[in-house]
């Protein structure tokens, strides 16, 4: 069972930044594919961005592409995620989720960004952060 550890919510003006951070104390997370999933009250929990362990590539949902950027430190273990530009209806509940492999069984497929987003394909979660972007 890997314990991931999510930090860096809080409430910022529209507009603003915040980065928000996965750990864990357990496993090497370069080891685990890597997701970031949000769930905004009365919706369902929808993928936000994820990162790769075998081949290091980064997806992201077409509501956040150009604002955020999903990246690791391996030196602390962390994987973060640099929202910018936010905006109120990123509004939401964020949580961090990892997997052994994550969507690479669908290395060269169509499929992979949908896999790689969806929150079926990964094994252990954090317990969330809130975001909260208002005015």
């Known amino acids: 069972q890997v314990q991931l550890v999510e930090s860096g919510g809080g409430l910022v003006q529209p507009g603003g930044s915040l980065r928000l951070a996965c750990t864990t104390s357990?496993?090497?997370?370069?080891?685990?594919?890597v997701g970031w999933f949000r769930q905004a009250p009365g919706k369902e929990r929808e993928g936000v961005s994820s990162?790769?362990?075998?081949?290091?590539?980064?997806f992201y949902a077409d509501s956040v592409k150009g604002r955020f950027t999903i990246s690791r430190d391996i030196t602390k273990n962390t994987v973060y995620l640099q929202m910018n530009s936010l905006k109120p209806e990123d509004t939401a509940v964020y949580y961090c989720a990892a997997d052994p492999r994550g969507g690479q069984d669908y290395s060269g497929s169509s499929m992979r960004p949908r896999v790689e987003l969806d929150s079926r394909t990964y094994r252990f979660w954090g317990q969330g952060t809130q975001v909260t972007v208002s005015s």
């Open positions: 990162i790769s362990s075998s081949d290091g590539m980064r």
């Open positions: 357990e496993y090497t997370l370069d080891y685990y594919a």
